[in-house]
């Protein structure tokens, strides 16, 4: 995926792309609607046809309804809902799966309406079979990911589950701008240094942990059980660090999931802005100049939405919006470092 494509590609495949780009990530943030009004779980069957109307009429309303009683998010958390309160939360499950058949129709009717104008070239085929594929394990993840909330003793899906749900997300996202990009960017575009290229590397695998901890932030609603900054109620070290033992305390312990996605924060800091140092002093290219303050400016918002997330976290509403826009802003800032990464090439 590295090679640039010909001149000649066809710049509607990479239009067609970047929809695809948009609707991902629309689908993120439907997602992560749906997880923090704890909606998850009210549609308890996978159908992947008829599934794409919602019920219609009274009885068939109450027959879903009857099917969300079954599970123990109901039993313990949510038994005193009302059909109008399943109605909402089930609304944001079925436009979480509707957007995602929406997004596969627009991949499927592109892909056949480029086969018949013969619009693809052959260097093509393989990274689209690889987009494919990508999508349809999106797919199958997601529906993991609900049935491991649909099980005796649990509440929510998983937060592990949650978490490679929404990284796989954000693969898939990656794949394709990247796969846009060879089609659009032209080679004078292109600056080749070495260390900057580097640089950028380091801080999209930095990136990339600190978005599994986003994940698993949203999963276990970590930002609740401490909302205060700088400190974590009151403490820089809590003793509420260190609960168990073991890798799970790292990965289950929602205070050590906040202790670290929050340092993980501070030190991306530190590295944007001196990447940014590096990258001011790079002889660009015009579209290069134009956009490389673009991680700094958005890390900024960033840091600032996820403290505004947790001091309102106890306050539900503004923990979904404000959490939203926190994961809008993260992947913002993901796109605008592949964008330098592919603008910096060795």
């Not at 090679?3 to 000649?8: A, E, G, R, T, V």
């Not at 068939?60 to 009302?82: I, P, V």
């Not at 260097?123 to 689209?128: D, F, G, H, S, Y």
């Not at 001091?311 to 939203?324: E, I, K, N, Q």
Request: aromatic fraction near 16%; proline fraction near 4%.
């Amino acid at each position: 995926m590295n090679k640039p494509l010909s001149p000649s590609s066809n710049r509607a495949v990479a239009w067609w792309l970047l929809t695809g780009v948009g609707m991902i990530m629309i689908q993120v943030l439907i997602g992560g609607i749906t997880r923090l009004t704890e909606s998850g779980l009210s549609i308890t069957e996978w159908k992947p046809i008829t599934g794409i109307l919602p019920p219609i009429g009274d009885l068939a309303w109450q027959t879903e309804f009857d099917k969300y009683k079954q599970t123990d998010q109901f039993r313990y958390l949510h038994s005193d809902f009302s059909l109008s309160d399943f109605k909402f939360i089930f609304f944001w499950e079925w436009f979480h799966r509707f957007w995602a058949r929406l997004l596969g129709i627009v991949f499927i009717v592109g892909f056949a309406w480029f086969i018949w104008k013969k619009k693809f070239k052959r260097e093509m085929i393989i990274p689209l079979i690889i987009l494919f594929l990508l999508g349809a394990l999106q797919g199958a993840i997601g529906w993991i990911m609900v049935k491991s909330g649909l099980v005796p003793e649990k509440y929510f899906v998983g937060h592990v589950e949650l978490a490679t749900h929404f990284v796989a997300a954000l693969i898939l996202l990656v794949y394709t701008l990247w796969f846009a990009l060879r089609l659009l960017v032209p080679g004078r575009q292109i600056v080749r240094c070495i260390p900057l290229k580097r640089f950028t590397v380091l801080l999209l695998l930095l990136l990339f942990v600190q978005l599994v901890y986003g994940g698993f932030m949203a999963g276990l609603k970590a930002a609740t059980v401490a909302p205060t900054w700088p400190t974590i109620n009151g403490e820089w070290f809590p003793a509420s660090l260190f609960t168990t033992s073991g890798v799970g305390n790292y990965i289950n312990n929602p205070f050590m999931v906040q202790f670290i996605h929050r340092a993980i924060a501070y030190l991306f800091v530190v590295f944007i802005v001196a990447w940014f140092v590096k990258a001011q002093k790079v002889a660009a290219s015009s579209w290069l100049n134009k956009t490389r303050a673009l991680p700094l400016l958005l890390v900024l918002a960033q840091v600032l939405l996820g403290i505004l997330t947790v001091l309102y976290s106890p306050s539900a509403g503004a923990l979904v919006w404000l959490g939203v826009l926190h994961q809008f802003t993260a992947m913002l800032l993901l796109v605008s470092l592949v964008w330098i990464l592919f603008l910096v090439k060795k």
